[in-house]
């Protein structure tokens, strides 16, 4: 089993920032390839970022230099600074394996609302 959590999500205006936190145990994220996804109202998840277990990083191009990734092993926590916020980037905002999620351990996400 592995149970994630996510948080430091918020309200925020656009052009602002937040850094959201996922926490994880019951299995090591580091040997896993481990993405951030999120959900729109009305729209299906999708992944905007993920991080390799040697570091390298890819992002989806709506995010791509404003959204960073990154991990840290001995926390078991993967991070997702994201910067220069726009309101298309609402959404609740879950972290899992990727590309293949772990499909029964979905944390309950974390919501981040970027006003105009």
């Known amino acids: 089993q592995v149970q994630l959590v996510e948080s430091g999500g918020g309200l925020v205006q656009a052009g602002g920032s937040l850094r959201l936190s996922c926490a994880a145990s019951?299995?090591?994220?580091?040997?896993?390839?481990m993405g951030w996804y999120r959900q729109a109202p009305g729209k299906h998840r999708s992944l905007v970022a993920r991080?390799?277990?040697?570091?390298?990083?890819d992002y989806a191009d709506s995010v791509k230099g404003r959204f960073t990734i990154s991990r840290d092993n001995a926390k078991n926590t993967v991070y997702l600074q994201m910067n220069s916020l726009k309101p298309e980037d609402t959404a609740v905002y879950y972290c899992?394996?990727?590309?293949?999620?772990?499909?029964?351990?979905w944390g309950q996400g974390t919501q981040v609302t970027v006003s105009s």
């Open positions: 019951g299995r090591p994220l580091s040997i896993n390839t």
């Open positions: 899992n394996k990727a590309p293949v999620p772990w499909g029964d351990y």
């Open positions: 991080i390799q277990p040697g570091g390298t990083t």
